[in-house]
């Protein structure tokens, strides 16, 4: 297996909406970094980046439904964060209604939605695409 940056393709746009991700600001054509696992060009998982001035977003980590639980997760997101702290990331933000556990597992701090970052708070996903309900999270790179 390999995870490598990749194109935002239908592929990866179709893992994320099964995963019941937002991708609407995407289809419209958003900019964002994708990282993708694949094996032998099959798509096992995805995770996307925007960034800013060193404050990052993290958005729309999906795994393959029969491989969730094994750790692909896992390796995407400590991908993503090497990745993004190459390109000048310092902090990197989430949002989430069902993964805080999760990212909690990985060092990821609940921190209160006023406290987002401008870049953050200004987001498609943070101000239109996420429910006020969803939990503001953040990790120091």
Do not use: W
């Not at 393959?64 to 000048?88: D, F, I, S, T």
């Not at 310092?90 to 069902?98: G, K, W």
């Not at 556990?101 to 996903?125: C, H, K, N, W």
Request: with cysteine.
């Amino acid at each position: 297996m390999r995870v490598m940056e990749t194109a935002l393709s239908a592929d990866v746009l179709a893992l994320m909406e099964a995963s019941g991700l937002p991708t609407k600001d995407l289809r419209a054509g958003r900019p964002i970094t994708c990282l993708a696992a694949s094996l032998n060009g099959e798509l096992l998982g995805c995770v996307g980046y925007e960034s800013s001035r060193g404050v990052v977003l993290l958005r729309s980590l999906a795994i393959q439904p029969m491989l969730q639980g094994r750790g692909l997760g896992r390796q995407l997101v400590v991908e993503l964060e090497r990745h993004a702290k190459a390109a000048g990331g310092r902090t990197v933000f989430l949002l989430t209604t069902t993964a805080a556990p999760f990212f909690e597992q990985l060092g990821y701090e609940r921190v209160a939605r006023d406290a987002a970052p401008g870049f953050i708070a200004a987001s498609t996903q943070f101000s239109e695409l996420c429910p006020g309900s969803a939990q503001l999270m953040m990790r120091r790179l």
